[in-house]
């Protein structure tokens, strides 16, 4: 079984910067895509970012297109949201989760067997 272990997040201004770590723990073999997950108050569960065990396959939400970067440290065992260019509507619970699947609709968070405990990022405008 994963442990997954989410960290890096924070307040920061608009227009500023944050990069979010994801650790994974236990029998790390089976996963296949790690993705990146947010959810506002009153808002449902979105995809943000996803990444294959490759690391040459990355996919996002469009709404963080060119402002977010996936990447991951298989040495490590970790996976990295850079966030630049942070706004106001970005602001949520941020939650790291591994599949164990090998195809499917990466960005929804049926994909995924396996979740963090979530950090919170906060942009102020």
């Known amino acids: 079984q994963v442990q997954l272990v989410e960290s890096g997040g924070g307040s920061v201004q608009a227009g500023g910067s944050l990069r979010l770590s994801c650790t994974a723990s236990g029998y790390t073999n089976s996963r296949y895509f790690m993705g990146w997950f947010r959810q506002a108050p009153g808002k449902e569960r979105e995809g943000v970012a996803s990444?294959?065990?490759?690391?040459?396959?990355?996919y996002y939400a469009n709404s963080v297109k060119g402002r977010f970067t996936i990447a991951q440290d298989m040495a490590k065992n970790t996976v990295y949201l850079q966030m630049n260019s942070l706004k106001y509507e970005d602001t949520a619970m941020y939650y790291c989760?591994?599949?164990?699947?090998?195809?499917?609709?990466?960005?929804?968070?049926?994909?995924?067997?396996?979740w963090g405990q979530g950090t919170q990022v906060t942009v102020s405008s």
């Open positions: 990444i294959y065990i490759d690391g040459d396959n990355t």
């Open positions: 989760a591994s599949a164990t699947y090998r195809v499917g609709s990466v960005l929804r968070p049926q994909f995924y067997d396996t």
